[in-house]
Every structure is written in C-alpha cells, then in structure tokens.
C-alpha cells in the first residue's frame, strides 16, 4: 500500500512541471526562435540571376485551417519548382502559444525556406511577444535573386499608440535599393482593408508607384484579386485563405510577373 | 519571496476559517474552500464553494495568481466560476473515504491586470471582427477526486483531486483542425485540495 502510494505521488510531482499543467492560456512559451534569420540563412542555396525564373508560394490566413496548410505544405513539398513560400499572416486565431507550436510543426516540413508576416490575429493576447520570440521583428527585408523583399506589418489596429505601418521604414527600404533590380512588398492587410491605418494609405500608394516596386501581396481579405486598384499603377495581389483550399504561385522572370491560382483537396 | 507572499495571501481563506466557531444556525457560511495548482486560471488559486446534498452539485469562486514569468510581462490574476455535477460518490465500508470517480463542469475565467487582454472588444473594431475576447475564458472540465471523511462538527474532511480542462478556443481549434491538432494537446491539467467544511446530509 505505502509504495504503491509513493509511487503514485512520484509520478503526480513528476507530471506538475510539464506544460500540460499550464498556468495560463496566454502562456509565452515558444516552440522554435529567430525562425525568420534561420530562413534567411537558408537562401544562398538559391543561386539565381534576376532574369532568371524565381517562383514563389505565396499562403495566408492558416487560422482555424492547419488541416489544409498541412495539405498545402504537402502539395507545395511536390513542386520542385517553387523557390520560397510566403505566408501573409493570420499564422493563428487567437495568438497562443500552442497555436503558434501547431502551425510552425507543419509549416517547418516545407522543404523551401519560409517567411511569415504579422497577421492582426497573431498579435492577441501575447501574440505579439511570441511572434518576436518565434519569427523575430515584425518589418523585415532580405534579397535573393537580385530582388528585395520587404515584409511590413500593416495592423494598424493591434497597434492603437505605436507608428503602424511604419511608412519611414518603408521608404528608406526603398531608397536602399542596393544590388536589388525590383522589390516586392509583402503584408497581411493591403491599404483596401480598414485595418490598415487610412491616413499612411495616401503616402503608401505614393511609395509604391516607386518603378522599383514590381507588385504588393497581402492576405486578410479572405478572397483572391489580382489587378491594379484604384487606378494607382501599382499591381496589388490579395491571396485567398487557406480555408478556401488554395494557394497562389508567383513566378517572377525579369520584369514580368505571372500568377496562377494553384487549388488542392 | 514575491511568490510566497502571494501564496500566502491567496490561501488566507484557509487559515481564516481554521478554527473559527461555525454557528449552529450556518446561514451563508461556505461548504468548503479550495486551492489549486495549474490548470490555466494561474499558478496557484484559492477560493470557496457551496454544494448541494452530498456534494453532488458544487459551485466556487477561485481568485489567481499568473506569476510574470508566465506571460513574460507582469503578473496577472485571475477570477474563476466554476460548477460542477458529480454523478457517482463510492464510500469505503468504514466510512473514512470517499471517491468521486468523474465530475464534469464548466468555468469561466476572467484575466485580471493587464491591457493586453480584452473582454469587451474595443470600439475601433466592427462587430464580430474577433470571435472570441482574449480576457475571459470558457473552460470545460473534468475532475476526479478523494476525500478523507472525519465527520466532525465544522470539519468534514480534507481530499485532492486531478482536474482536466479544455480551454474554448482550443476546442474550437480542433474540430476545426482535427487531422493536424493532436488530441492530447487541447486537455490541460490542474490539481488541488479541498477542505470540506460541512455537507448538506
């Protein structure tokens, strides 16, 4: 009876430390760290010109739908033709840390390197902490293939008293061109979205009519367009929710861009 | 030390009624306290509680404290309701101990002292633009639990009990998501004592 009573209390004390015995649901305890300088270390692998074909998986809104980016992952692991993937944001739905833990398990399986922007659903509760912690800074740029990469975080709304988008960030991005022939811009919200700050929407369509700039893709809006909107010259691309059982693929040679709508089951 | 001062404040209900004089005529004096380790309404947590005959239906109300190293900001507290239905009470021949095998409830917990949480979403948002607020909790329960009966006036006995729980959102994150969610990764764990005052006979 003692050692059975022993043994029984040893195991219990043994199970108290483990992060089934959670304090709270807004526990900041991440998975991985600095997974956006991982990636970034990962591209010299990717030994291209810009005239020659860069192809790009561009995925958004995972939230509530980790079976399909898991089916996405797959059907994008098959494609030996894809460079890089994208996520556009909404890595979660409610910015915890077991949602952050289950959509970076699946989207590590991606053979090619990965980036995610910061989604308005990924700064709940502590999201904005752990998507420092897992990812790294919420604006951040890197260049491959003679082409810049500016990833921007466009939640004005998650950010009621700090500078979101940062619009002078942007613009030094963008006159610090350096090697790089064209630069893409990457966001969750796109300037069509009340999210995105109105009074930054007038100067952001004024930077990107910027010839250096070749097209903007963000989530958010849960619906695929492609076009130029507003009249304003610049190309803007909004990528369909994974929930919707799709991705796009972006293939980029020189100055041309072609997108294609790529549907999975 | 910040850590066991709050320990100490959080189970003062304990010591409080320890050795108190119940009057004859109880009125709203509570069934039994409770304090808790885990199980996502803080590190530790204490309260009150009142049942039903046999404790087949219980209720409390639990305060708690998140500690800073949790959400890696400043600490936190916590309200928590919780009822809960016991179907089955198994009783030892003799009377000294009783097993509650299941009890199933549900609790609802409110995130206390900090900003970064909201309960009522804030008013530059349109309706339903989050589904569910990041300051208030629904949790589904389940709880086992042992007591060891002394029966005496003011002092029913004192047990432990295992409680799982299943916060709402990561309910709602699975059957959403099942094939890419592992099942055991929704349930947490909390487990406590409780000292049983009286019981209605």
Known sequence: MKASVRLILVCLISCLGCEQFSFHPYTVDPVDHDLTQKQTQRLSAINKSFEDTLTIALITDSQLALDE???????INQDPSIDLVFHCGDFTEYGTTREYEWGVNIIKRLRKPYFVVFGNH?????????YKQTFGPLDFT???AERK??????NSWEFPDENVPDIDWLERELENQESSKKAMLISHAGPIHSEFEPSKVGTFHRLLTNPFVQLSAFGHGHSYKYGELYGSGVDYLQVDALSNNNYVKLILTGDSTHITQVFFD | MKFWWTTLFLTLPLYCIWGQEIP??????????????AGNIGAISS????ATKKQRLQGELLVGYVPASTTDDHALGTITLKGRYTPWQLNTTNEKWSFYPIAIGL????????DDYFTIIQNRYPNGY???PTGFRTLMLFETRFERIWDRKNFHGVGAYLEMNIPDFYLINYIRSPEAIPFGDIFFFGCGIQWTFWTKK
């Open chain 1, 69 to 75: 980016m898991q089916k996405a992952v797959d059907h």
């Open chain 1, 122 to 130: 990924d700064a709940l509760g502590t999201g904005k902490r752990l």
């Open chain 2, 24 to 37: 004859e005529k109880r009125g709203i004096w509570p069934h039994y306290a409770r304090a808790q380790f």
């Open chain 1, 142 to 144: 890197f260049s491959v």
């Open chain 1, 149 to 154: 990469f500016i990833f921007l975080n466009t």
């Open chain 2, 47 to 50: 309260g009150i509680g009142y």
């Open chain 2, 107 to 114: 609790g609802v917990s409110q995130t206390i002292g900090s």
């Open chain 2, 130 to 132: 989050y589904s569910l």
